[in-house]
Nanobody
Framework: EVQLQASGGGLVQAGGSLRLSCAAS????????IAWFRQGPGKEREEISC????????WYADSVKGRFTISSDNAKNTVYLQMNSLKPEEAAVYYC??????????????????WGQGTQVTVSS
């Protein structure tokens, strides 16, 4: 069974940092690109970053470029999202997802095979 577990959320002041983790089981990151999404109250789900171990592709939404860094530790089957200079409007539930095999980080509109449960990030002003 393909499973993802997101963790690392919490409360941080505006301008602070958090590191999120996405632990995978049932597959390896060589087979699936892993993307991070977030959804704040009253907002639509937004893709913010993606990593594809098979070819090294990395993608960031314009809103987080220069502040967020995605990385992977394939030995631990874990993807990380380092979030710096967090803004109050970025308070949201953050989800990781495994894209369907054959879809890369730049194939926006592709399908998702598995979602993590999400981890809450709260940013105080």
């Amino acid at each position: 069974e393909v499973q993802l577990q997101a963790s690392g959320g919490g409360l941080v002041q505006a301008g602070g940092s958090l590191r999120l983790s996405c632990a995978a089981s049932g597959f390896t990151f060589d087979d699936h690109a892993i993307a991070w999404f977030r959804q704040g109250p009253g907002k639509e789900r937004e893709e913010i970053s993606c990593i594809q171990s098979s070819d090294g592709s990395i993608w960031y939404a314009d809103s987080v470029k220069g502040r967020f860094t995605i990385s992977s530790d394939n030995a631990k089957n874990t993807v990380y999202l380092q979030m710096n200079s967090l803004k109050p409007e970025e308070a949201a539930v953050y989800y990781c997802a495994a894209l369907s095999e054959g879809y890369g980080c730049y194939d926006h509109g592709g399908t998702v095979d598995a979602w993590g449960q999400g981890t809450q990030v709260t940013v105080s002003s």
